[in-house]
């Protein structure tokens, strides 16, 4: 059983930045794809992003405002969102092998 845990989230006003981290138990992300997903309450999960090796693809809602970065020595991939805006406030959760986490609530807001 894997498990992930994100953190990172909070509040930020609009414009502002937040890094996103996902850590899994174990070293998965070297082997499989990791992606980033966010939810609105009422709304259908929305996908985010999505990582495997070097290559890294963006939903057009957040290309050229999130980047991927990872810590394979600490079995982490981070989300660097910035530019943020009211639209993006959400539940952002990280999958991978199957496996979710619980989410980190970020809300973006003046």
């Known amino acids: 059983q894997v498990q992930l845990v994100e953190s990172g989230g909070g509040l930020v006003q609009p414009g502002g930045s937040l890094t996103l981290s996902c850590i899994a138990s174990?070293?998965?992300?070297?082997?499989?794809?990791m992606a980033w997903y966010r939810q609105v309450p009422g709304q259908e999960r929305e996908w985010v992003a999505t990582?495997?090796?070097?290559?890294?693809l963006f939903a057009d809602s957040v290309e050229g405002r999130f980047t991927i970065s990872r810590d394979d020595a600490k079995n982490t991939i981070y989300l660097q969102m910035n530019s943020l805006q009211p639209e993006d406030t959400a539940l952002y959760f990280c999958?991978?092998?199957?496996?979710w986490g619980q989410g980190t609530q970020v809300t973006v807001s003046s």
């Open positions: 990582t495997q090796n070097s290559v890294n």
């Open positions: 174990e070293n998965i992300f070297k082997t499989f794809s």
């Open positions: 999958t991978s092998k199957g496996f």
